[in-house]
């Protein structure tokens, strides 16, 4: 015989025997509902799943799902002044509740039939890897009273070797009523050029005085029809390291030097030398046109606005002076020494009938006159003082304290001297 168990049939063994023939049909009376269960379930799947698809067709055909989309915003590529082009990348972020858009922070484009307009966010740019460069642009409509924007992403890929500049670059806006095409004008970056500042070329070292603070000069300039360049540090690194005691700029991140495209500017450099090891540095480098010390400027600038930090370094060339006390220290010693030369020469101080004291005063003026002339003809005109063909700098004291020997000594001085280096004339 046979019972149930929680609905499936059970065996009951009768003298050790299964019931064959009754097991079978209670097998087969069991299956029956079984399979009335599965295609209940399967059906009200089926029914299930359609209603699902219905509702989402529903929901996409619907107004608010269309919104979400937003309109398609795409620009051209742009060639830059033919040393290279950028390519643009756009990326819908949503929907932003704004209807203000302040200059400078955002600069401003307009289709051509006046629908919309985009503003291009400038403190977004972000200088990003390989050469890439990301900014958040809006697009809203130019009818007065619009509250919401489109918010795109937008990546520019750069090649070439342009530097960074404004570039007029077209745009498209297509929603489903209208197909709309505009330009605005907006920075492009390429942050594989380098050394965007143009450095004035040194004539001459730099005069820096021993006896003080020496404030130094440098010109820098930006070329026309590019970015703005803004200027935030200097550091500095020297050839004679022991020849200074401090070097400073006033330039840094909250006191930036702004060059203006196709303008220049000074970068202001304080020197301090240090005094008896600047002085023995240049004392027997007496040609004007080499430097006693070579400072190597490395200026970190950025391109105004969203330029990523760059860094050139620019030489300037130094040559210590002892200032106007030391001048007039080796002045008076040279005087004293030629006039000693030329008594010892010829027996007197000046002319057959002359006093001493006029002689010697005489030889004073003369000398000053004489290291006037030469500072001034060699340190603000193109002239040269030249000594038994020696090219030599007024300013520094050794070749000053040999002026004004030979101005004082006289031809007498002068003809013993030419005697000693071999000269005749």
């Given at each position: 015989m046979f019972a149930r168990t929680k609905g499936r049939p059970s065996c009951i063994l009768i003298d050790g025997r299964i019931g064959g023939a009754a097991w079978l049909r209670s097998r087969h009376s069991a299956m029956r509902p079984c399979v009335f269960a599965m295609s209940g379930i399967l059906s009200r799947l089926s029914t299930r799943g359609i209603c699902a698809l219905l509702l989402v067709s529903a929901i996409s055909a619907g107004p608010s799902f269309a919104a979400t989309t937003g309109p398609q915003l795409t620009l051209d590529l742009v060639n830059v002044k033919q040393e290279g082009s950028v390519s643009f990348s756009v990326r819908f972020l949503g929907f932003e509740s704004r209807a203000d858009f302040p200059e400078p922070r955002f600069v401003p484009g307009q289709t051509d039939d006046g629908t919309f307009?985009?503003?291009?966010?400038?403190?977004?740019?972000?200088?990003v890897r390989f050469n890439a460069f990301t900014f958040t642009m809006y697009l809203a409509g130019a009818k007065p009273g619009e509250q919401k924007a489109a918010q795109f992403q937008i990546t520019?890929?750069?090649?070439?070797?342009?530097?960074?500049?404004?570039?007029?670059?077209?745009?498209?806006?297509?929603?489903?009523?209208?197909?709309?095409?505009?330009?605005?004008?907006?920075?492009?970056?390429?942050?594989?050029?380098?050394?965007?500042?143009?450095?004035?070329?040194?004539?001459?070292?730099a005069y820096v005085s021993i006896s003080g603070s020496s404030p130094v000069q440098m010109r820098l300039g930006n070329v026309p029809d590019s970015l703005g360049i803004s200027v935030t540090s200097v550091a500095v690194s020297e050839?004679?390291?022991?020849?200074w005691r401090r070097i400073s700029s006033s330039i840094n991140e909250k006191n930036p030097q702004s060059v203006e495209p196709g303008s220049n500017a000074s970068l202001p450099i304080d020197l301090l030398p240090n005094t008896i090891p600047a002085l023995m540095q240049g004392a027997l480098m007496i040609?004007?046109?080499?430097?006693?010390?070579?400072?190597?400027?490395?200026?970190?600038?950025?391109?105004?606005?969203?330029?990523?930090?760059?860094?050139?370094?620019?030489?300037?060339?130094?040559?210590f002076g002892p200032g106007l006390f030391g001048l007039a220290l080796a002045l008076c010693g040279g005087i004293a020494l030629g006039l000693t030369a030329r008594y010892l020469l010829t027996g007197k101080l000046g002319k057959d009938d002359e006093k001493g004291v006029h002689a010697v005063l005489s030889a004073f003026v003369v000398g000053l006159i004489a290291e006037f002339i030469g500072v001034m003809?060699?340190?603000?005109?193109?002239?040269?003082?030249?000594?038994?063909?020696?090219?030599?700098d007024p300013r520094q004291l050794?070749?000053?304290?040999?002026?004004?020997?030979?101005v004082s000594g006289g031809s007498a001085v002068v003809t013993w001297m030419k005697g000693m280096l071999g000269k005749t004339t």
């Open positions: 307009r985009v503003y291009l966010d400038v403190d977004s740019i972000q200088q520019g890929n750069p090649t070439g070797s342009f530097r960074d500049a404004p570039v007029r670059v077209s745009f498209h806006v297509k929603d489903a009523q209208s197909n709309s095409t505009g330009v605005i004008l907006m920075p492009v970056y390429n942050a594989t050029k380098t050394d965007l500042l143009q450095v004035e070329e040194q004539k001459e070292p050839g004679c390291p022991k020849c040609k004007p046109d080499i430097p006693h010390d070579t400072l190597t400027l490395m200026v970190t600038y950025h391109t105004v606005p969203g330029g990523a930090d760059k860094k050139q370094s620019v030489p300037l060339k130094i040559r003809m060699t340190a603000y005109g193109n002239s040269k003082l030249v000594l038994f063909d020696l090219d030599i050794f070749p000053a304290f040999i002026l004004a020997m030979l």
